[in-house]
């Protein structure tokens, strides 16, 4: 099973940038579609972004469009988002996961990380 690491969060100014990883173990990192998720307070968690195995397709949020950015290095078994134009509304406790997608979407499966927070300040 794949366990999952996350940092690279942080307080930022709206605007600002920052970019998270997410350390996987296990060999079969590469081989999954993988995903990045966020809870706001008092939210339910939410589907960010998606990359394929591969890195051949990507999915975001209509959102996060044109400001975020996912990618992966298999090599190094790490997942990364790169957070641009930062706004308050992006605050939450950013989390990875691989992912399935169905009719509702992507779907995080497996165990979850602690996550890492990220708070934009206005």
Known sequence: QVQLVESGGGLVQAGGSLRLSCAASGRTFSIYTMGWFRQAP???????????WSSDNTYYIDS????????????????????????????????????VRDN???????????GTQVTVSS
Request: hydrophobic share 35%.
């Open 42 to 52: 008092g939210k339910e968690r939410e589907f960010v972004a998606a990359i394929a």
């Open 64 to 99: 996060v469009k044109g400001r975020f950015t996912i990618s992966r290095d298999n090599a190094k078994n790490t997942l990364y988002l790169q957070m641009n134009s930062l706004q308050p509304e992006d605050t939450a406790v950013y989390y990875c996961n691989r992912v």
């Open 104 to 114: 509702n979407g992507f779907t995080g499966v497996g165990s979850w990380g602690q």
